[in-house]
């Protein structure tokens, strides 16, 4: 045996181990996480994200490199203004709608830190019912309530989460625009702009199906409550709520075009009762 052949032969159980080490490694590392996220994310007043070293920079180190290993683009690019909102408001969205839910607020948060796929951070719909039927709601009419102010805030919420989203996303096509008519000095400026155009995407995509797993949530609760403590005007307000709430969503699955919110409103307004107004036939004489 050479000596070259001797090193190469020396140095592949070397390099194999050093690999097997490092994932033996992140594995762990990823495990710690995975049981430190099971508090979820911290909030404060009016429920917002409050700061965080495990949930804003632990984790997030964690779930950049598990997205690598998926092979998902990953961007180091620092973020624009209009992206770290587009992230803060979209966390509004996307986390359960019950706050204390830890089951799918530890979904959402290892999504929202790419330890698990985005659009995988899917909160389990039958949790909301659970909830309402808690000791926390003394009133049987309170539960319907809470549907109602629950889905009329998301809808709320919509079209601010929508405007800084148009806003990011025309920034990405000048991004793309300046990419194909500017030579690029390193391979890691091509990859972290394609990589950052393609995180911003996933994430509008996310809130969307988000959106509509809260519908479902709201709607199997109504359902459910219904039959357990049924009642006799509060029925219509929830629906109604949840009926506006729908139209907003289609507007976030869309990729937030406004046209769908224009063409929803002209549907809203017609009306069969001015249908051929001042064309009636004069009536008959007998």
């Known amino acids: 045996m050479g000596i070259g052949e001797a090193v190469q032969s020396g140095s592949t159980p070397s390099l194999a181990r050093r690999r097997g080490t490092q994932q033996k490694a992140f594995l762990a590392t990823l495990l710690l ?12 007043d009016f429920d917002r994200a409050r700061p965080s070293v495990v949930h804003d920079d632990l984790m997030p180190a964690v779930g950049n490199e598990a997205a690598r290993l998926r092979g998902d683009p990953v961007s180091k690019f620092n ?12 966390w509004t969205l996307i986390r359960p709608p019950w706050t204390k839910d830890w089951i799918g607020g530890t979904m959402v948060e290892l999504s929202r830190t790419r330890v698990l796929p985005e659009t995988e951070g899917r909160v389990p719909p039958d949790l909301y019912l659970i909830y309402l039927r808690s000791d ?13 102010a629950d889905a009329k805030g998301d809808a709320e919420l919509v079209m601010p989460f929508c405007e800084v989203a148009l806003r990011v996303q025309k920034a990405d096509n000048e991004r793309l625009r300046v990419l194909k008519s500017k030579p690029v000095t390193t391979e890691e400026t091509y990859d972290g702009a394609k990589a950052r155009v393609w995180e911003n995407r996933v994430m509008i995509k996310w809130v969307g199906q988000a959106l509509r797993y809260r519908i479902i949530a709201y709607k199997k609760a109504l359902d459910g409550l219904e039959i357990e403590t049924p009642t006799r005007d509060r029925v219509w307000k929830v629906n109604n709520a949840i009926r506006e709430l729908e139209g907003q969503v289609r507007i976030a699955e869309s990729g937030c075009d406004l046209s769908k919110r224009r063409v929803q409103d002209q549907t809203v307004k017609r009306s069969r009762i001015f249908t051929g107004w001042s064309t009636e036939r004069a009536p008959v004489q007998k």
């Open 33 to 44: 996480v995975a049981v430190l996220a099971g508090c979820t994310r911290p909030t404060g």
């Open 79 to 90: 973020y624009t203004n209009d992206e770290k909102l587009l992230r803060k408001r979209g």
């Open 136 to 148: 926390k709601f003394q009133s049987s009419d309170a539960r319907y309530d809470k549907i109602a």
